[in-house]
């Protein structure tokens, strides 16, 4: 059972590459925050966004199923949605469900942010 302690760090307005940063336990009673900041992500064609869930400790199906659903509006958009900073825990949630073939990961923000530019 999760204490339900959930934040969501919008990225600052005007950033050449968007880093949503999340924290806590993303699960049912949490997951429609994180929903609604998705919805809110500036994606352009051919940019991309990073997700940094560094300080994320837990993650349920109702977390996957948003963060699926964040990944296929950035496709729609033409646009990519990156993850940084997964931990071993979340890294082995992801390898089992396939997840690990659809999203690309990188350890960090910067190397993410570093990456969707073409660094």
Same mark, same amino acid.
């Given at each position: 059972?999760?204490?339900?302690? #959930?934040? @969501? =760090?919008?990225?600052?307005?005007?950033?050449? @590459?968007?880093? &949503? !940063?999340?924290?806590?336990?993303l699960d049912y009673h949490t997951a429609p925050r994180l929903r609604e900041a998705l919805e809110a992500l500036p994606l352009a064609s051919g940019g991309g966004?990073?997700?940094?869930v560094t300080d994320l400790n837990y993650c349920d199906s109702t977390g996957i199923t948003v963060l699926i659903a964040g990944y296929r509006r950035a496709q729609a958009a033409q646009s990519? /949605?990156?993850?940084?900073? &997964? =931990?071993?825990? &979340?890294? !082995? @949630? #992801?390898? /089992?469900?396939?997840?690990?073939? +659809? #999203? +690309? #990961?990188?350890p960090t923000a910067e190397e993410a942010v570093r990456s969707l530019r073409g660094e």
């Open positions: 059972m999760t204490d339900h302690t #959930f934040t @969501v =760090n919008l990225p600052s307005a005007g950033a050449e @590459v968007p880093v &949503l !940063r999340v924290a806590g336990d966004a990073v997700l940094d990519r /949605i990156v993850l940084a900073g &997964l =931990n071993p825990d &979340l890294t !082995r @949630v #992801f390898e /089992i469900t396939g997840l690990d073939q +659809v #999203f +690309v #990961f990188h």
